[in-house]
């Protein structure tokens, strides 16, 4: 049984296998994407439920331009199809939506629906959902180096903190829990620097078969962990 007060902070998910899911059932990939987008309303939804502060999804990475046009067009059409229906729920909810990625290299209609639900859930604070699009965790670091070295910023001055207040989780912890679906054991640039002591939990599950029970079998794993930050035992028991 999970333990309310053991619930991570912050969850990061790596949708991995849609594609994989609609070919083994004989399907067109469009469909794997479809039944992906069912998965994570659903997930969203049971995160919220369980007291999950920040929600993290890898959407759509700067690699992913080089599929296919039509592939890239539909999974654009279903972001905007997902924000018009599920903005009443994001507001029930009251779930914050923010994006991580490059905003402005997005389709004009993408960045449209993104701009109006992220400004009518900006008072939302029970939860925020991150969707990571046009996302790419090198760049992210690269992009807050730049900001640094253009204010000024060096010797000292530079710390771990002031590096952070520049990266696109401004203000939200580190994920303590990275989730990845369909088999595959790497992090595929996503979060870098966030990662640093983030537990990570691979299932072989491809993502429109992720569904609550299987979340809450990761959340816990988790729970059964102990999470060291580089200390002994004894240690973090008496920093914390």
Not at 32 to 61: N, P, Q
Not at 168 to 177: M, R, S
């Amino acid at each position: 049984m999970l333990d309310p007060a053991g619930v991570p902070a912050h969850v990061a998910i790596i949708m991995d296998g849609n594609g994989r899911w609609a070919t083994a059932r004989g399907l067109q990939r469009s469909e794997g994407h479809r039944a992906g987008t069912r998965a994570a309303k659903a997930i969203v939804t049971r995160c919220r439920e369980l007291g999950v502060r920040h929600l993290t999804l890898y959407t759509f990475s700067r690699e992913n331009w080089s599929r296919p046009k039509e592939e890239v067009g539909l999974l654009f059409d279903l972001l905007v199809d997902y924000l018009k229906g599920e903005l009443k729920n994001l507001l029930d909810q009251d779930i914050r939506l923010k994006v991580l990625g490059e905003f402005d290299g997005l389709p004009f209609i993408a960045r449209q629906a993104l701009s109006h639900v992220m400004q009518k859930t900006a008072k939302c604070a029970t939860m925020t959902l991150n969707l990571a699009l046009n996302y790419s965790g090198r760049e992210e670091i690269l992009r807050a180096a730049r900001a640094l070295s253009a204010k000024g910023v060096q010797g000292e001055a530079l710390t771990e903190e002031a590096f952070a207040a520049e990266l696109y989780t401004a203000g939200q912890p580190d994920p303590d829990l990275i989730i990845r679906t369909s088999g595959e054991l790497r992090l595929s640039n996503y979060l870098l620097f966030q990662a640093a002591y983030s537990e990570f939990y691979f299932t072989d599950t491809l993502w429109p078969d992720f569904g609550p029970e299987e979340l809450e079998r990761a959340l816990e794993d988790f729970q059964g962990r102990q999470r060291r930050f580089g200390k002994t035992g004894q240690q973090l028991e008496r920093a914390t």
